[in-house]
C-alpha cells in the first residue's frame, strides 16, 4: 500500500461532508475542501481564508471563505455533469500528502474528468488546478468556470459591494460586513486547443464560458491559477492579486507546482516520522501531519491555527489551547520558529486577554476560550443548544476556563526548555507569563480560616463539569505559572540582567510578586503517590456509574452531555482526559506507579468526547510500559482524519471537520510516548517502548539549535 | 358579611385538593385537610402529624399521614352515597375561623349529611366530629365509619405492621417504616339512637357497620370521638391514645367542643387584628391567622412550622426559613413563648446544622434548607424534574443557600430585640449564633490582592439566580450574624458576666472572633443612597427584560423558571424580593427614598412566584408612603388560601398547600405595615400609613414582656 496518499473508490452523497475535510488541502493561508471542481455551496465548497473573520448581525464571528475560483463544471452536448447528479461509472478521489494534492478521477458516460489541484506551499497566495478531459464521443463541451461568490458560510454572508474584473485574468472582490477588509480574487484560465471564450457577470460571480468541439482522440488540459489576497495582507489586494497572477500564468502551472512540491519536500525532511511495521498506521502518521502542515501559518511570524484548521468556519475558526498543548510542540520539537509564530499570536493578543480579565473584574491576561483576531472572545455564554426545547444554553467555558492563560505560559515555557532560546522573553512572551501569573494571583481565593490557596469555580479540561472548586488540572497549571513567574529573573538575567527588573516596575508587580511568591505553596496540589488523585472538590461523591450507563440514558443522541443538566453532569463520567492530562504535561511530578493508578481509575470513566483525550492516555501509559494500551488512541488520533470521526454535533450546533490536536497528538504518541523523546536541559534523550505493532520508529528533531536523526527499534536506539 | 368563617356554595370536582388546604382544621399537632366525611386516599383525605417523618426507599422523606378515624360513609337502603359520585342537590363547606371549625352540609335525595369537626385547640392528640342525619322517608341506613388505614401519601406508604383492637373504643396502631415509630388512633362512637353494630377488620382499616332504621322524623347525631398518639409523645401510644379517649368519650362530645372554643377564643384575644373598612380585607386576615394558630406547635417547648404547614407532605413536610422571617414575628409581638418553641427548635437541630457544615467542608452551623427532625436536611439534589425529559436537575437549593443560617441568628436577635429577654441565649442560642457566625466566616473567602471578603457561589431569597457571587441579602444576613455574635458579650454580661467567656472556651472561639471582627467591614455591603442596589455580582449585566416577555417564552407552564436553564435564569427577573427583603428585615439601613428607589427597580422585575414575596414589597411599600401599593400585595398574602392561589407546580412536582407565610405576612403587612409598629429598646411606637380602604386597626401587642392593645385610624393612634 502506498502510505503517502489515501485514495477512496465510489461515491456516496452522505460522505461529502466528510470527505471534504478528508481531501483538504492547505497552506495555512488558505484551505480548500476536497469538493469536486463543478460543486458549491451546497456542497459545502470552501475556500476557508486563515484570521480572516467576520460578523454577520447577532451570529456568532467566524472566518470568511473567499469566492472560489477553481469552480469548473463541464457541459457535454448541453447537458450538465455533477457528480452526485450525473450518473457515474467510475469515481475516485485521493489526497496526495508528500506533495499536496487533491486529484480526482471520474468517469461519466459523457466525459471523463480528471483534475489535479493544490493550494501553494511555496505561495500562500496561490492555488491552482489542472482538468483533464478526454471523451468517447466527438461532442460539445462547454467549461463553465470563474470566481464563483456564492459560497458556503455558516452564519454569513460576509462578503458586499462585490466588483468585478473581466479580462485575461479576472477579478472578484469584496469587502467584508463587520470590518470592511477587502478580499480579491484572481483567475486565471490556461487551455492548450482551440475553443471561445465569453465572460459574463451574473448572480453571484464572474464566470467564463469557454465552448470547444471535442473529439476522442483529444486529450484536454485545462489549467486554472487563482490568487488572494486581503486587506490584511497589503494596501491594495486587488493589485496585489491581480500582480501575483500575473506571474504565476506566466510561469504556467507546471512550474507553480513543482516549486509547490518543493516546498513540501522540505517540510517533510523536518518532520516526517518514519513508521515500519504497519502500514496502515504509517499512513496514518503521514496524514496527520501532512493535515497539520496544511494549516500552519508559515506565511505569517505571528498566527495560530484554529480548532478545526481551516476546514470550515466550525468553532468560529478560533484558536483554543489545543495548540499550545498539542501542536505547539511538534513544531517546538521539528520548526522553532513556526513554534515561535505561534506563540507571538499570543503575545499579539495580549491586549485581548487584558480586557477579558478586566471584563470580569479581574487583573492580568485571561486569555480568550475561542480566541480570534486580536485576542476577541469568540465564545459566547450560550455555546449550545438544547436539543429538546431549541433554546441557547448557558454554558460557561467562556467565564470559567481559565486554565488556558496557564497553557499559554506552559507552552512558552516549554519553548525554552526545548530550544534553550530566551529571545521570545524578551518579544515580550516574558509580560505574557507574568500577565497570566497576575491573573491567577487575582482569581485566587482564600478561606477565611484556612491557610490554603484556590481556584473556585473554574472548568478544567474535561468540560462536562462545569463551575467545579480546585480542578486540580488548573490548580497545577496556575501553580506552574507562578512558578515560571517567580523563575523568569534568573533565566533572563543570563541574556539581560537589567530585564526583569525593568519589566517588574513597568508592569508595577513588585508586590504582586510577593504574594505569587507567598501563594504558589498554597495552590500547588500535593499528590499522594498512594492516591488517586480527585479531579476536583467532590468528583468522588458523584455517582461512580459505567459509561455505559450514562449512554443509556440520552433521549437524543445530539444531547450535549454536559453543563448543569447533561447526563454526565452529575456523575463521574467525563468527557476527556484531566488528571490525566496533567500527568501528561508535568511528567516529572509522577512516578510510573502512580501514572497507572491515576489512568486505570479515570480511563473507563472517560468518553474521550473530545480529539484532545486520546494522545493523554496513549502519552501515559507509555510511561507506565503499555504502549500496547496506547497503540488504539495513537490509531484514533492518527486516523480521525481519515475515517472522518470524531463528534459531529454539541446539542444542534455542527462541530465538525479536521483536528488539528489529533493530528499533532499522533505526532507526539510516535515521538514522546513510544520513542519516549525528551529534551531536557539541551540534552536530548529517548526511552523506547515501541507497540508490538511497530519495528522502528526514525524521525528528526532540533533542540537547542541542533538537529538530530532518531532511529528506535525494538531492541536498540540511535541519536546522530 | 361574616368576617369569621368561609363558605363555599356548590360541588366542583376539579377544586376537591384546593378545598383541602382552604378548609383545613388542625391544632400543630396534627392537620386534617378540608374533605368530607366519606372521603379517602384519592380525595386526599388526610391527617398530617407534625414532626413525624418517614422515607420509603430512595423518595423523599416527608411527613406521615395518620390512619383517618372520622371517617364515615352513609348508606341508605344499601346505597353508598358519596359526594362527587352520588347526585346532590344542595351542598356547601364552611370553616369557622373563630371557632376553629369545619362543617358540611349536604342535601342528597336520600340523606341530608351535616357534620361539623374539630380538630382540638385544647388537646392535641384529639378530634372529633359530630353527624346529624336527617332523612325524607323511612329508609335502612348504614354508617361505615372506623379507623381507615389506605392514606393518602405522596411518597409513602409510611405505616406497617397494623395491630387492631375492637371494643368500643377501637384501636389501630403500626409502626414507620424507616425509624419504627409507633403510631397509634384510637375512635369512639356514640349514636343517641337504637343501632346495631358489627365491628371488622377487612383491608386497610378496622370498621364499624352502624346499622338503623330511619324516620323521617327523627334526627340522628353521631358522635366520633379520636385521639392520636405516636412514638415521639410517649412510650405507649396505644395506652395513652385509648386512655385519652375513654376521658373525652366521657366527657362527651359537647364539652371537648366547649374547650377546645376557649382555647381559640385565648389565641384571638392574643393576636385578632380588627381591620375596619373593608370586610373582605378583615375576614382575609382573620383566616391568616386562623390558618397560622391551626399549625402552631403549641403542645411543644421546641417545634417549627413546615412551609405549607399541616396540609400534607408538600415541600417534605420540611421546615424553611419562612418560619424566621414570616411567622415568627408574629408571635414575637404576640406570644412570645410561641415564638421561643420555634426558635428553640433550631437550637434543638444545631446537631444537624454542624454535622451539615462539616459534610460541606465548613465549620459552624450550616442549617438544613428543609429541616426535617433533628434538623435533617430533607432537601436533595435534585430538587426539579424537568418537564421536558422527566429527569430530576440537579439544583443548589441545599448547597447553596446559606442565608438560612443567617436569617436563623437573626431571628433569635429579634427575639431579644422585641421581648428584651434574653434567657434564650443561655439556652444555647448564643451558641447557635456562634456557630453560625463562625460557619459564614468558613463560608467566607478573600480575593489574594484585595482587601474585601466575599460570600461565593450562593444562592439568594430569589432562587432564580443560583450559584451567583456576592448576593447581597446573604452578604448583609451575614454580617448581621458576626455583628451579633460580636455584640453577644456585652448582651450577656447583663446576666452572668462569665458566660460569654466560657462559651467561647467551650467552643474554642477566640481565634474566630478575632478573624470575625476583622472581616465583618470587608463583608458587611456598603450601600450608596443614590444607586440601585445590585443584587449580585453581575446582575445588571444580564437581560432586561420584561416579565412578561419572559413568561412568553415559557414552553410547558409547568416548566421551572430557575437553575441553568430556566427561562429567567439568564435575565434580571427574580423569584421573589431580594434586596428588597434586605430593606424590609434591615430597615434602619435604608432611607425611605433608597428603599423607594430600589424597590422601584426591583418590583416589575419580580415574579412574585413564592407566597414570601408579596409581604416584603407591601412592608417597603408602607415604608415610603406607599400603602396604596402594598394593598394588592397584603391582598394576595392574606387571601392566598381562601382562593386556593399560589404555584403548584415547580417542574413536575407538586408543591400545593397552605402558605403559612403569606399567613404571617397578612399579620406583618397590617401591623409592621400599615400600622408601622416598630419595638426598640423596650420602646413600642407605631407609625401609621393606613391605605384607603382601611378606616381603623385595633390589635393587641407584647413587648418587653407587657401587653399593648393599639388602635390606628386614619388620623390618629393610641396605645394603651
Same mark, same amino acid.
Given at each position: 500500500m502506498d502510505i503517502w496518499s489515501f485514495k477512496k473508490e465510489g461515491f456516496i452523497a452522505d460522505d461529502i461532508v466528510k470527505n471534504g475535510n478528508i481531501f483538504l488541502t492547505g497552506n495555512g493561508y488558505m484551505g480548500y475542501r476536497g469538493t469536486m471542481d463543478e460543486w458549491g455551496r451546497h456542497e459545502m465548497a470552501a475556500v476557508n481564508l486563515a484570521g480572516v473573520y467576520d460578523q454577520n448581525g447577532d451570529n456568532w464571528r467566524e472566518p470568511v471563505n473567499a469566492p472560489n475560483a477553481l469552480f469548473a463544471q463541464i457541459s457535454v452536448n448541453g447537458e450538465i455533469i455533477t457528480l452526485g447528479k450525473t450518473g457515474h461509472q467510475k469515481h475516485s478521489q485521493t489526497v496526495n500528502f508528500q506533495k499536496g494534492l487533491h486529484i480526482r478521477d471520474s468517469v461519466f458516460e459523457a466525459v471523463h474528468i480528471k483534475s489535479?489541484?493544490?493550494?501553494?506551499?511555496?505561495?500562500?497566495?496561490?492555488?491552482?488546478?489542472?482538468? !483533464?478531459?478526454?471523451?468517447?464521443?466527438?461532442? %460539445?463541451?462547454?467549461?463553465?468556470?470563474?470566481?464563483?461568490?456564492?459560497?458556503?458560510?455558516?452564519?454569513?454572508?460576509?462578503?458586499?459591494?462585490?466588483?468585478? =474584473?473581466?479580462?485575461?485574468?479576472?477579478?472578484?472582490?469584496?469587502?467584508?460586513?463587520?470590518?470592511?477588509?477587502?478580499v480579491a480574487v484572481t483567475q486565471s484560465v490556461t487551455c492548450d486547443f482551440p475553443h471561445n471564450e465569453k465572460q459574463e457577470v451574473i448572480n453571484y460571480g464572474i464566470y467564463r464560458r469557454i465552448d470547444f468541439n471535442a473529439d476522442s482522440e483529444t486529450v484536454y488540459k485545462i489549467n486554472i491559477i487563482s490568487t488572494v489576497y486581503t486587506g490584511l495582507d497589503t494596501a491594495d489586494?486587488?493589485?496585489?492579486?491581480? *500582480?501575483?497572477?500575473?506571474?504565476?500564468?506566466?510561469?504556467?502551472?507546471?512550474?507553480?507546482?513543482? /516549486?509547490?512540491? =518543493?516546498?513540501?519536500?522540505?517540510?517533510?525532511?523536518?518532520?516526517?516520522?518514519?513508521?515500519?511495521?504497519?502500514?496502515?498506521?504509517?499512513?496514518?502518521?503521514? /496524514?496527520?501531519?501532512?493535515?497539520?502542515?496544511?494549516?500552519?501559518?508559515?506565511?505569517?511570524?505571528? *498566527?495560530?491555527?484554529?480548532?478545526?484548521?481551516?476546514?470550515?468556519?466550525?468553532?468560529?475558526?478560533?484558536?483554543?489551547?489545543?495548540?499550545?498543548?498539542?501542536?505547539?510542540?511538534?513544531?517546538?520539537?521539528?520548526?522553532?520558529?513556526?513554534a515561535k509564530t505561534l506563540l507571538r499570536y499570543r503575545i499579539e493578543t495580549l491586549p485581548g486577554a487584558l480586557a477579558k480579565a478586566a471584563e470580569y473584574g479581574y487583573r492580568g491576561a485571561f486569555y480568550a476560550w475561542e480566541s480570534?483576531?486580536?485576542?476577541?472572545?469568540?465564545?459566547?455564554?450560550?455555546?449550545?443548544?438544547?436539543?429538546?426545547?431549541?433554546? +441557547?444554553?448557558?454554558?460557561?467555558?467562556?467565564?470559567?476556563?481559565?486554565?488556558?492563560?496557564g497553557d499559554i505560559a506552559y507552552a512558552m515555557w516549554r519553548y525554552y526548555e526545548i530550544t534553550g532560546d530566551t529571545s521570545l522573553f524578551f518579544e515580550d512572551a516574558a509580560e505574557v507569563i507574568l500577565q497570566c501569573a497576575r491573573f491567577f494571583l487575582s482569581r485566587s481565593h482564600s478561606r477565611l480560616d484556612m491557610d490554603k490557596v484556590e481556584l473556585l469555580d473554574v472548568i478544567g479540561p474535561d468540560e462536562y463539569h462545569e463551575r467545579v472548586n480546585n480542578n486540580v488540572f488548573t490548580n497545577q497549571i496556575a501553580a506552574h505559572c507562578f512558578a515560571c513567574a517567580l523563575e523568569l529573573k534568573d533565566v533572563l538575567s543570563q541574556a539581560d540582567p537589567n530585564f526583569f527588573d525593568y519589566l517588574i516596575t513597568k508592569l508595577e508587580f513588585e508586590n504582586d510578586l510577593e504574594l505569587i511568591k507567598a501563594a504558589l505553596p498554597k495552590l500547588r496540589p500535593v499528590f499522594d503517590e498512594t492516591k488517586i488523585i480527585e479531579q476536583f472538590d467532590g468528583y468522588f461523591g458523584l455517582e461512580d456509574c459505567s459509561l455505559e450507563d450514562v449512554r443509556g440514558r440520552l433521549l437524543d443522541e445530539r444531547e450535549y452531555w454536559g453543563c448543569n443538566h447533561g447526563v454526565a453532569a452529575t456523575t463521574q463520567i467525563i468527557k476527556q482526559a484531566d488528571v490525566v492530562a496533567m500527568m501528561a504535561l508535568f511528567p516529572s511530578l509522577f512516578s510510573d506507579k502512580q501514572v497507572e493508578l491515576n489512568w486505570n481509575y479515570y480511563e473507563p470513566r472517560t468518553e474521550h468526547g473530545s480529539s484532545l483525550s486520546a494522545c493523554m492516555h496513549a502519552l501515559t501509559a507509555?510511561?507506565?510500559?503499555? +504502549?500496547?494500551?496506547?497503540? %488504539?488512541?495513537?490509531?484514533?488520533?492518527?486516523?480521525?482524519?481519515?475515517?472522518?470521526?470524531?463528534?459531529?454535533?454539541?446539542?444542534?450546533?455542527?462541530?465538525?471537520?479536521?483536528?488539528?490536536?489529533?493530528?499533532?497528538?499522533?505526532?507526539?504518541?510516535?515521538?514522546?510516548?513510544?520513542?519516549?523523546?525528551?529534551?531536557?536541559?539541551? %540534552?536530548?534523550?529517548?526511552? +523506547?517502548?515501541? +507497540?508490538?505493532?511497530? !519495528?522502528?520508529?526514525?524521525?528528526?528533531?532540533?533542540?537547542?539549535?541542533?538537529?538530530?536523526?532518531?532511529?528506535?527499534?525494538?531492541?536498540?536506539?540511535?541519536?546522530?
Open positions: 489535479e489541484r493544490f493550494i501553494s506551499m511555496a505561495e500562500p497566495h496561490l492555488l491552482a488546478s489542472c482538468l !483533464t478531459l478526454s471523451f468517447d464521443k466527438d461532442c %460539445e463541451v462547454e467549461l463553465l468556470t470563474g470566481i464563483v461568490t456564492d459560497i458556503w458560510d455558516i452564519n454569513g454572508p460576509h462578503l458586499f459591494d462585490y466588483e468585478y =474584473e473581466k479580462g485575461d485574468i479576472i477579478r472578484a472582490q469584496a469587502i467584508t460586513g463587520e470590518k470592511k477588509i477587502p489586494p486587488g493589485e496585489a492579486a491581480m *500582480s501575483l497572477c500575473k506571474i504565476a500564468t506566466a510561469d504556467g502551472y507546471g512550474k507553480n507546482l513543482e /516549486a509547490h512540491v =518543493e516546498a513540501w519536500a522540505e517540510i517533510w525532511k523536518n518532520s516526517e516520522v518514519r513508521l515500519e511495521g504497519d502500514d496502515e498506521a504509517a499512513r496514518a502518521l503521514n /496524514a496527520s501531519l501532512y493535515h497539520l502542515h496544511s494549516i500552519s501559518p508559515r506565511h505569517s511570524k505571528a *498566527s495560530s491555527i484554529p480548532a478545526r484548521g481551516l476546514s470550515g468556519q466550525t468553532y468560529k475558526g478560533a484558536i483554543f489551547w489545543d495548540t499550545e498543548i498539542f501542536l505547539f510542540p511538534v513544531f517546538a520539537h521539528t520548526e522553532p520558529e513556526l480570534q483576531e486580536g485576542g476577541v472572545e469568540g465564545c459566547t455564554n450560550f455555546n449550545v443548544v438544547d436539543v429538546f426545547t431549541g433554546r +441557547p444554553v448557558r454554558t460557561y467555558f467562556r467565564d470559567k476556563q481559565i486554565h488556558i492563560s507509555c510511561r507506565f510500559g503499555r +504502549p500496547d494500551l496506547a497503540w %488504539e488512541h495513537f490509531i484514533k488520533s492518527a486516523t480521525i482524519d481519515l475515517t472522518g470521526g470524531g463528534k459531529h454535533w454539541a446539542g444542534k450546533i455542527y462541530i465538525g471537520g479536521t483536528h488539528p490536536a489529533a493530528n499533532g497528538g499522533a505526532w507526539l504518541i510516535a515521538v514522546l510516548g513510544f520513542a519516549g523523546l525528551s529534551v531536557k536541559n539541551g %540534552e536530548v534523550t529517548v526511552s +523506547p517502548r515501541l +507497540p508490538p505493532q511497530i !519495528t522502528s520508529l526514525r524521525f528528526p528533531v532540533i533542540a537547542n539549535g541542533k538537529k538530530y536523526r532518531i532511529t528506535v527499534t525494538r531492541d536498540d536506539f540511535e541519536i546522530l
